[in-house]
């Protein structure tokens, strides 16, 4: 395991924070145009998963890890379909651990 870069654990709201650098996420897909991905964060809120063809079925939980690059976007790099069902709220509480009280634990 590579622990030199590591991707941070961020849901939208929390995307912002990290522009330039290495996140990760987990998105429902709820379109798919070309290499662009529109998702539904664990948040509930809209991301724009860029540079990826998935073969992700619409519906389905994939985890993305990227570079931030925008307030809405991620650059992706790794793509892993996680299925049609995940719980988003254990994995928004997460996020919010990860980036909180117990962010030292998570970078």
Same mark, same amino acid.
């Given at each position: ?21 290495? #996140?990760?996420?987990?998105?429902? +897909? &709820? !379109?798919?145009?070309? *290499? ?21 079925? #619409?519906?389905?939980?994939?985890? +993305? &890890? !990227?570079?931030?690059? *925008? ?37």
């Amino acid at each position: 395991m590579d622990t030199s870069s590591p991707a941070v654990f961020v849901n939208a709201e929390l995307l912002p924070l990290y522009v330039g650098r290495k #996140v990760r996420a987990v998105v429902q +897909v &709820i !379109g798919l145009d070309g *290499g662009v991905v529109t998702g539904k964060s664990v948040d509930e809120q809209q991301l724009i998963i860029k540079g990826c063809s998935p073969s992700v079925p #619409v519906m389905n939980y994939m985890e +993305v &890890i !990227g570079i931030a690059d *925008g307030n809405q976007s991620i650059r992706a790099e790794i793509l892993t379909d996680f299925g049609n069902t995940f719980d988003t709220h254990s994995y928004n509480q997460l996020c919010l651990l990860a980036n909180g009280e117990f962010k030292g634990l998570f970078l």
